[in-house]
């Protein structure tokens, strides 16, 4: 008989590792739930999977067109995905979770680190958008701390667009929290704030809030205006999203 306790707390104890790794995009959620099922995956290491798009294709119509989302979630993202996975098999990866997988980016390959943003950084993306409405703004608790930390919601919005354009080339701009302060910037390539990469100058923390300016995510539409895109993207955020990830 002791020996089945002690199988059951074995069991037990790693149902609980996998369900505390586990943030709300951790893709194990399901199997984290059932002991037996976790038992049989540990301790292989996870694997990337695209999130169901919350919305139609066409949703976000008229900011960001119907096709741009069809191609951006189906054919880029989707690669993201299938090659971050090919990069982990490869580098035989025993990362358990995003979490461990974005604090050990400096032993990891440039197919690891750009497709694993890649797959990151959509799977957020899609979340923090919904359907738009010309007056789209934050409330409540969100409201409150942008107002604390940028002054107003005018403001808010002037920085995080001077994030957004004054990338250069391909890159995502961001709303973090490094510990309870707000903070906005930008990152280059599929890169995001949950790298470890130390250094001066590179944004780390929780994203909040991101946006994709690499022209795959607007050439269409918007052809080079980036401006009109960014200015566009705003009446489509999801800010029951952001608010859901601030704390
Ligand atoms: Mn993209």
Redesign the pocket.
Known sequence: MKTTRRKFIADSAKATLLTVVGGPLLIESAVACSPTLANAVQPNPFTFVQVPLPYAYAALEPYIDAQTMEI?YTK??TAYIKNVNDALVAEKSTAISEEAFFSSMATRSAKARNNGG?AW??NF?WQVMRPGTEENQPTGKVLEALVASFGSIEKFKEQFTQAAMTRFGSGWAWLVSDKGKLMIGSTPNQDNPLMDFAGEGVLKGKPLLAL?V?E??YYLKYQNKRNEYVANWWKVVNWDEVAKRLN
Do not use: L, T
């Open positions: 951006h880029h993202h890649g950084n959509h993306f994709d690499w795959h995510a």
